[in-house]
């Protein structure tokens, strides 16, 4: 299952049953779990850590150096769980000394051309769609869908079953299982369509809406609103990631248009 025309070096692990194509370029450093299928021309380079069952398809290059100038040459790794599918030509750089990783995890699926910079950490479910970018230390919750041409500033922080609309650039964090949309970037409800499929209930969506009206409303001051949701509103999952992610926010998160 292995092409005699693929390149791995003496050092690198191989787990059984993986099927590695022609002009494929495995590194020295790296371990790649079993059952995983390299298409040709896939590039995977030192600190990569691959679990099982994903599939990398043509062009795609993993655990580059990152593009961060004060990178030195760091011992980092670049991390993929289990079950993913990295489209044609998608780059993933390992970490920095910042966090010294980056990490994907499980049953994502990232399609063609999109990047993870430096020391993001990318959770279970997502959709990464075509050409998005993810600049260094982005924090993608589970089960978020980005949709094509997305661009992710730097240390942004974007929540769980959200959906980004195409086109959108944000420098601030979208919160969870709202929609995420234009520019410049806006707050346009919940991402109903989501959460059904999800399978989460009326009652869980009624709870989402009533806290984000009060976390949009405009009396008092962000952290007055976040205590109202906080002290008005039973304490769900749902609710308690909200006002977690809400009041945990470093760079603010996006605004609702009026």
Known sequence: MISPLAYIHPEAK??????????????????IGPNNRLMNSVTVLYGARIGEGNTFFPGSVISAIPQDLKFRGEDTTCEIGNNNTVRENVTINRGTAAKGRTVVGNGNLLMEGMHIGHDCIVGNGCILGNTTKLAGEVVVDDNAILSA???VHQFCHIGGYVMVGGGTGT??????????????VGFYGLNLVGLRRRGFTAEQVDLIHR?????????????????????ELPQTPEVEYIASFVGGSKRGIISKPE
């Open 14 to 31: 191989i787990g059984e049953g993986c099927e590695i194509g022609p002009f494929c370029y495995i590194d020295r450093g790296v371990e």
């Open 211 to 231: 806290a984000y009206n009060i976390i949009y409303g405009h009396e008092g001051t962000l952290a007055s609103r976040l205590e109202r949701v906080r002290t």
């Open 149 to 151: 041409c997305v661009l």
């Open 171 to 184: 420098s601030q964090d979208v919160p969870p299982y709202c929609i995420a949309a234009r520019n410049p």
